[in-house]
C-alpha cells in the first residue's frame, strides 16, 4: 500500500496546478526526454518503462491503470502498442507532451501529438498530427508556456519522392505551432532545409547549423518582432540543441570535431561540447564533453561525462548482412566520472560515479539504471565522489 502510495504522489508532479498562480515548478527538457519536478521521463519505445522518481525500485510506465491492456481494447494508452516508435517527451512544467507514430496503413508516416496526464480520466488527449510525406517528422519537438511546437516533412516542389535515389536535399521542414490546450495549428517557418534544428524559451526562436554556409551558427528570432541575430559558432564546433536559458543567456549541446583512431583499422569516435551565448556572442564553456553519455540541466547546472576513449580490444563483428563480419576495434567510451558546470559562472566540479551510470537526479538523489538477477531493470542510486581534475579525491 505504501508503494502504491508513493506511485500516485510521484505523478501528481505531472498534473496541471490548480491554483489561479501557482508556484514556479522545476523542469527541464534534456536532449533525451525531460523532467517535472522530481520525474524523469526518458524518449523510449512503447515497450520500455520510461519514468524514473526516487519513490521507486523500478522504472515505470506511464500509463497507470492496471487492468489497462495496452493494445487500444481499453482506450488510449500512452504505452500503448499502437504507440510507435520512439515516442518523445517534452513540457512546459506543468504538462507532458508526447509525439509517437501512428499506425495508420494509408498513412505510415503520420505522428500524433498528445498530452498525457497518467493519472487523470482521460490519460491522452490528441493535440494535433503531423503531415510527413518525407521522413524527418522527429526532429523537431518543443514547448513553451503558450504552445507546443513540431515539424512537418515535406517534399521540395520538384521532388520525386519515389526516386531511386535521394537524399535529405530533397526534403524541408516546415515549424508548426499548436496552443497547448488545443486548437489549430499554424505554420511558422516553413521551407527550412532538413539539418536546420529549432529550439524555443519564452523569449526566442532558435535556428541553429542556420546561415548559407551551413557553419552550424545560430539565427536568434525574437518573438515579439524585430531583426533576428546571427551568431556565428565558436570555432571547432556546431550549434545543436537548446539545454537551458535565462534572460540574456542561453546554453546550448554542440557538435564537435570528432577524433580518429587506429589501431587495426580506423574508428570515428564522436565528441560534443557545451556552448553559451550572452549578449549576442558565443563562447565554449566546454570542450570536452562525451557523446555518448547522458548530458542534462539540473539545478542551474549542467551535467555530462567528460570526453574519454581507451582502446580495449578488436573483434570481428556482425554487419548484419547475412553472415558477414568486419574487423572493429572495441574502445571504452567513458571514465566513470560526472561534471557539474555552471554555464553562469564556468565552475566545473567533477565526480566519481560508483554503482552505476547517472541519468539524472530526483528529490535531490543520483539515480540511475541497473539490472536485477533476471536481467530486469531496476533503478539504483549512484555514490558521486567529489575528485580533483587528475582523478585524487577532495
Known amino acids: 500500500m505504501k508503494r502504491i502510495r508513493m506511485l500516485a504522489l510521484a505523478f501528481l508532479l505531472l498534473l496541471p496546478a490548480c491554483s489561479e498562480n501557482p508556484p514556479p515548478t522545476s523542469y527541464y527538457n534534456r536532449p533525451d526526454g ?25 522504472p515505470s510506465g506511464l500509463c497507470r491503470d492496471p487492468l489497462c491492456a495496452h493494445n487500444g481494447a481499453n482506450g488510449p494508452c500512452p504505452d500503448g502498442e499502437t504507440m510507435g516508435i520512439p515516442r518523445r517527451f517534452c513540457t512546459d512544467g ?34 494535433a ?37 535521394s537524399d535529405r536535399g530533397d526534403q524541408v521542414l516546415e515549424i508548426m505551432r499548436v496552443p497547448k490546450n488545443g486548437g489549430r495549428s499554424e505554420s511558422i517557418f516553413d521551407n527550412v532545409p532538413v539539418g536546420v534544428g529549432f529550439s524555443v524559451d519564452e ?39 537548446l539545454l537551458f536559458s535565462e534572460k540574456g543567456c ?49 539545478d542551474g547546472k549542467i551535467w555530462f561525462s567528460p570526453f574519454y576513449y581507451e582502446y580495449e580490444e578488436t573483434k570481428e563483428l556482425p554487419t548484419g548482412n547475412g553472415d558477414e563480419t568486419v574487423v572493429t576495434d572495441i574502445y571504452r567510451l567513458g571514465d566513470g566520472t560526472v561534471v557539474s558546470l555552471d554555464p553562469a559562472t564556468g565552475e566545473r566540479h567533477r565526480y566519481r560515479v560508483e554503482g552505476g551510470s547517472l541519468i539524472g537526479f530526483s528529490d535531490g538523489v543520483p539515480l540511475g539504471e541497473g539490472t536485477d538477477e533476471n536481467g530486469e531493470p531496476v533503478i539504483v542510486r549512484p555514490t558521486l565522489t567529489e575528485i580533483n581534475e587528475d582523478g585524487g579525491s577532495k
Request: glycine share 10%.
Open 34 to 58: 525531460c523532467q517535472i519536478g522530481e520525474t524523469i521521463v526518458l524518449n523510449a519505445p512503447s515497450w520500455k518503462k520510461n519514468v524514473y522518481h526516487d519513490g521507486f525500485d523500478r
Open 94 to 127: 506543468e504538462t507532458l507532451f508526447m509525439l509517437a507514430k501512428k499506425f495508420e496503413p494509408e498513412n505510415p508516416a503520420r505522428y500524433g501529438i498528445y498530452a498525457v496526464d497518467p493519472a487523470g480520466v482521460n490519460p491522452m488527449r490528441g493535440l
Open 129 to 165: 498530427e503531423t503531415e510527413n510525406a518525407g521522413s524527418y517528422g522527429l526532429s523537431v519537438f518543443a514547448a513553451d508556456s503558450r504552445y507546443l511546437y513540431y515539424a512537418n516533412s515535406l517534399y521540395r516542389e520538384g521532388a520525386d519522392p519515389n526516386a531511386e535515389f
Open 203 to 241: 523569449e526566442n526562436y532558435y535556428l541553429t547549423h542556420a546561415g548559407d554556409a551551413g557553419d552550424g551558427a545560430c539565427e536568434i528570432i525574437p518573438k515579439r518582432g524585430g531583426g533576428s541575430t546571427l551568431v556565428p559558432a565558436p570555432e571547432g564546433v556546431r550549434f545543436g540543441s
Open 250 to 298: 542561453a546554453v546550448f549541446l554542440c557538435s564537435a570535431k570528432p577524433v580518429f583512431a587506429t589501431v587495426m583499422v580506423t574508428e570515428r569516435i564522436d565528441r560534443s561540447a557545451i556552448a553559451v551565448i550572452r549578449d549576442g556572442r558565443a563562447f565554449i564553456a566546454a570542450d570536452d564533453v562525451s557523446a555518448y553519455c547522458t548530458v542534462f540541466p539540473y
